[in-house]
Protein backbone atom coordinates (compact mmCIF):
# COMPACT_ATOMS: atom_id res chain seq x y z
CA UNK A 1 0.00 0.00 0.00
CA UNK A 2 2.95 2.45 0.81
CA UNK A 3 3.73 1.86 -2.81
CA UNK A 4 0.66 3.22 -3.99
CA UNK A 5 0.95 6.20 -1.70
CA UNK A 6 4.52 7.39 -2.74
CA UNK A 7 3.15 7.50 -6.37
CA UNK A 8 -0.18 8.89 -6.34
CA UNK A 9 -0.47 12.42 -4.79
CA UNK A 10 -3.27 13.70 -2.60
CA UNK A 11 -5.98 14.58 -5.58
CA UNK A 12 -5.37 10.66 -6.62
CA UNK A 13 -2.87 11.55 -10.14
CA UNK A 14 0.42 9.76 -10.65
CA UNK A 15 3.44 11.37 -10.90
CA UNK A 16 4.41 12.12 -15.10
CA UNK A 17 7.94 10.61 -14.40
CA UNK A 18 6.57 7.48 -12.75
CA UNK A 19 4.35 7.06 -15.80
CA UNK A 20 6.86 7.42 -18.27
CA UNK A 21 8.70 4.82 -16.58
CA UNK A 22 6.04 2.61 -17.56
CA UNK A 23 5.45 4.10 -21.14
CA UNK A 24 9.00 2.96 -21.46
CA UNK A 25 8.41 -0.24 -20.09
CA UNK A 26 5.70 -1.40 -22.50
CA UNK A 27 6.83 0.39 -25.48
CA UNK A 28 10.01 -2.30 -24.82
CA UNK A 29 8.05 -5.28 -24.21
CA UNK A 30 5.34 -4.15 -26.94
CA UNK A 31 8.30 -4.48 -29.13
CA UNK A 32 9.87 -7.53 -28.26
CA UNK A 33 6.19 -9.12 -28.51
CA UNK A 34 6.06 -7.42 -31.89
CA UNK A 35 9.53 -9.11 -33.10
CA UNK A 36 8.92 -12.19 -32.01
CA UNK A 37 5.40 -12.58 -34.03
CA UNK A 38 7.32 -11.16 -37.04
CA UNK A 39 10.06 -13.85 -36.87
CA UNK A 40 8.01 -16.59 -36.59
CA UNK A 41 5.58 -15.16 -38.92
CA UNK A 42 8.92 -14.94 -41.34
CA UNK A 43 9.69 -18.52 -40.55
CA UNK A 44 9.89 -20.88 -44.05
CA UNK A 45 8.34 -24.15 -42.43
CA UNK A 46 4.36 -23.52 -43.81
CA UNK A 47 1.50 -22.96 -41.08
CA UNK A 48 -0.50 -25.67 -39.99
CA UNK A 49 -3.91 -25.27 -38.50
CA UNK A 50 -2.26 -26.17 -35.19
CA UNK A 51 -0.14 -22.99 -35.26
CA UNK A 52 -3.11 -20.96 -35.09
CA UNK A 53 -4.09 -22.20 -31.63
CA UNK A 54 -0.28 -20.53 -30.28
CA UNK A 55 -0.92 -17.58 -32.85
CA UNK A 56 -4.21 -16.27 -31.41
CA UNK A 57 -3.18 -15.70 -27.87
CA UNK A 58 -0.06 -13.96 -28.87
CA UNK A 59 -2.11 -11.90 -31.29
CA UNK A 60 -4.83 -11.15 -29.00
CA UNK A 61 -2.18 -10.00 -26.38
CA UNK A 62 -0.32 -7.82 -28.58
CA UNK A 63 -3.65 -6.05 -29.35
CA UNK A 64 -4.24 -5.59 -25.86
CA UNK A 65 -0.50 -4.49 -25.13
CA UNK A 66 -0.75 -2.00 -27.88
CA UNK A 67 -4.06 -0.75 -26.41
CA UNK A 68 -2.04 -0.10 -22.94
CA UNK A 69 0.46 1.74 -24.39
CA UNK A 70 -2.08 4.04 -26.88
CA UNK A 71 -3.88 4.37 -23.00
CA UNK A 72 -0.56 5.48 -21.44
CA UNK A 73 0.49 7.51 -23.88
CA UNK A 74 -2.82 9.76 -23.16
CA UNK A 75 -2.68 12.34 -20.31
CA UNK A 76 -5.84 11.09 -19.00
CA UNK A 77 -3.71 8.43 -17.99
CA UNK A 78 -2.27 10.70 -15.53
CA UNK A 79 -5.43 9.84 -13.42
CA UNK A 80 -3.96 7.19 -11.00
CA UNK A 81 -7.33 5.05 -12.07
CA UNK A 82 -6.48 5.53 -15.42
CA UNK A 83 -3.64 4.40 -14.91
CA UNK A 84 -4.06 1.23 -13.22
CA UNK A 85 -6.64 0.28 -15.58
CA UNK A 86 -4.14 0.45 -18.26
CA UNK A 87 -1.27 -1.27 -16.32
CA UNK A 88 -4.03 -4.39 -15.42
CA UNK A 89 -4.92 -4.36 -19.42
CA UNK A 90 -1.12 -4.67 -20.27
CA UNK A 91 -0.69 -7.35 -18.21
CA UNK A 92 -3.24 -9.02 -19.07
CA UNK A 93 -1.56 -8.97 -22.77
CA UNK A 94 1.83 -9.92 -22.12
CA UNK A 95 0.72 -13.37 -20.20
CA UNK A 96 -1.64 -14.01 -23.33
CA UNK A 97 1.75 -13.51 -25.38
CA UNK A 98 3.85 -15.49 -22.66
CA UNK A 99 0.98 -18.63 -23.01
CA UNK A 100 0.93 -18.23 -26.82
CA UNK A 101 5.05 -18.26 -26.72
CA UNK A 102 4.67 -21.41 -24.36
CA UNK A 103 1.88 -23.25 -25.99
CA UNK A 104 3.79 -22.70 -29.73
CA UNK A 105 6.98 -24.47 -27.54
CA UNK A 106 4.68 -27.06 -26.65
CA UNK A 107 3.34 -27.94 -29.55
CA UNK A 108 6.82 -28.05 -31.35
CA UNK A 109 8.62 -30.17 -28.19
CA UNK A 110 5.70 -32.59 -28.86
CA UNK A 111 5.47 -32.45 -32.74
CA UNK A 112 2.28 -31.46 -33.53
CA UNK A 113 2.26 -29.88 -36.62
CA UNK A 114 5.11 -29.14 -39.37
CA UNK A 115 7.16 -26.83 -37.25
CA UNK A 116 8.93 -29.26 -34.53
CA UNK A 117 11.98 -29.14 -33.09
CA UNK A 118 12.29 -32.50 -32.72
CA UNK A 119 14.74 -34.62 -35.41
Do not use: H
Amino acid sequence: MREDNDREGANGRIDATFRNGSVTAVGIILGFSLGFLSQWAANPIAWSKVDIAAAIPIIVGIVLQGKAFADLLSTACLVARNYERARRVFLVGLALVAAGVALALLLDVLGLGPRTLSP
